[in-house]
């Protein structure tokens, strides 16, 4: 039998602390929890099992630190990150420094256990893309070219304004094209149309096509954004 996942918590807020490891506890998981990202660091060595979910905001470095210290110090558990103030910039910075996850504040219980599964069923080889998230990254089959470009800059963490710079595009055009995919993959926040947007180009780049559309400039106006 497989024993209980371990899940380590990091947050500095002991309601929380408390919370999450009453609820963790619960759904079968081993939690440990932490005040401070130093303690997690100190016993979270290159071997360390389960999945590390973290806050943004700790006393000693912020969620996306401690995802850069485990990857240099060669520990490779999945970490997902919560946060009260997210964007897609920071979605985007998150995963790139190899964060599994980053969920918005707040969140319901079961929306934390799904990412905290589907993290670890990653990392355990059964599976690195969920069928949701792969239901989602099919339907950006169905964007069209300046919709490319556009989730190719939010891949990026671009603002819209250096987006629309790049494209040679209105600022209002790259809003309604932003607005455009979400609606086509079904998708509620900015965060997650980030996090989507990384997962896609690295699905690419893995299967030898390029990840992120050149972009180069062109002229357009907000009937023709409209119109896509």
Known sequence: MRPAPL????????????????MFRSRGFRPRAYRAAEECLAEAGPKTSGCIV?????????GVELTRRLRASGATPPVVIITACAGASLAVEA????????????????????S???????????????????????RFGELSEDERRVLAGVAKGRPSRDIAEGLG?????????RANIMAKANI?????LARLSVIAASV??????EPNPPMRRRRSNLRGAAAA
């Open 188 to 192: 509620g926040t900015l965060v997650e």
């Open 54 to 62: 973290a806050d943004m905001r700790l006393p000693d470095m912020t």
């Open 116 to 138: 905290v599964r589907r993290a670890l069923a990653a990392r355990r080889g059964e599976g690195d893309i969920d069928a949701e998230t792969r239901a989602a990254l099919a």
């Open 204 to 209: 690419k780049a893995s299967e030898g096509r």
């Open 169 to 177: 595009l209105e600022l209002r055009a790259v809003e309604l094209h």
């Open 7 to 22: 899940v380590h918590l990091v947050d500095d807020d002991p309601a929380i602390r408390d919370a999450l490891t009453l």
């Open 95 to 114: 995963m790139a420094a190899g964060a599994s996850d980053l969920l918005e504040k707040p969140f319901d219980d079961e929306a934390l256990l799904a």
